[in-house]
């Protein structure tokens, strides 16, 4: 069952989501890159197609590995065959995994090599870690943007792309809303877990409010990590069936599925 806001319109999401091109942004979120699989796999069932992706971390991750080409099931048959040798190859550095192995995996993934050979566009948040702040790529190689916004503090080390340390783009913008044109019509995905770096209290954990945006919520899903990738499979096809539900649920600023 869906609850939402008051004074939600009488239309479902699926019809707002057809009236007019909107842009999909999903959140960072620890491992959250499974319920975002789920949330893709709902849309295109339904043939409801985004004409931009924007995110931060696992949310850049899925919308950059959709844009390159990758179909939502493919995504998904991709998940349910992950294993942590993928990713897991811990060195000596700031963080505990090197992240070459998540490089190579994702350079193999990758049918393109570039932005500009997206089938829509895409826009990645990344966090400098010279400057102190969010970047947002669109432009250049895809492979280092997707890795550097899943460097997760502490668990990867920082990227270096084009001659500056990047790091997990939810540092600073966790919504993955920074690269989101004004005037855009958002469907905004919307992860309530927090990675572990993350206080609970952070403002960061709350949902963004802004004209033309819908919040889909899915609370509670299955927590995944590396060591629980399980859990994740178990989340992408939760989220996958909720967010069915969800779409056909009054359209309000948030929905909560």
């Known amino acids: 069952m869906c609850s939402l806001h008051r004074g939600a319109p009488a239309r479902t999401l699926a019809d707002w989501l057809a009236e007019a091109p909107f842009t999909l942004t999903m959140s ?5 890159f499974f319920a975002h699989t789920g949330v893709l796999l709902a849309l295109e069932e339904r043939g409801l197609a985004p004409r931009r992706v924007t995110g931060s971390s696992a949310g850049a991750l899925v919308g950059g590995l959709y844009a390159a080409g990758l ?11 992950l294993d942590r040798r993928a990713f897991w190859d811990p060195g000596l550095g700031a963080g505990l995994l090197r992240g070459r192995s998540f490089d190579r995996h994702l350079r193999a993934l990758l049918p393109i090599e570039s932005f500009a050979e997206c089938r ?9 870690v010279l400057s102190g702040a969010t970047r947002v790529l ?5 492979a280092p943007a997707l890795r550097a916004t899943c460097a997760v503090p502490l668990l990867f080390q920082p990227v270096m792309h084009e ?14 809303l920074l690269g989101v044109e004004p005037g855009e019509r958002v469907l905004y995905h919307h992860l309530t877990s927090r990675s572990p770096w993350r206080r609970r209290s952070s403002p960061a954990l709350r949902i963004p409010a802004r004209d033309g945006l819908t919040a889909l919520v899915l609370p509670e899903l ?25 779409l056909d649920a009054p359209r309000a600023p948030t929905v909560v599925g």
């Open 163 to 176: 001659g500056r340390p990047l790091l997990d783009g939810g540092i600073l913008d966790r919504p993955g």
């Open 28 to 32: 960072s979120g620890f491992f959250g």
């Open 120 to 128: 829509v566009p895409v826009a990645v948040s990344v966090f400098d």
């Open 138 to 142: 669109r432009e250049g190689p895809l």
């Open 222 to 246: 299955p927590r995944s990590g590396p060591f629980r990738l399980q859990e994740g499979v178990r989340a992408l096809g939760e989220a996958h069936r909720r967010a069915a539900v969800a």
């Open 71 to 81: 179909s939502p099931a493919a995504l998904r048959d991709e998940l349910f065959r």
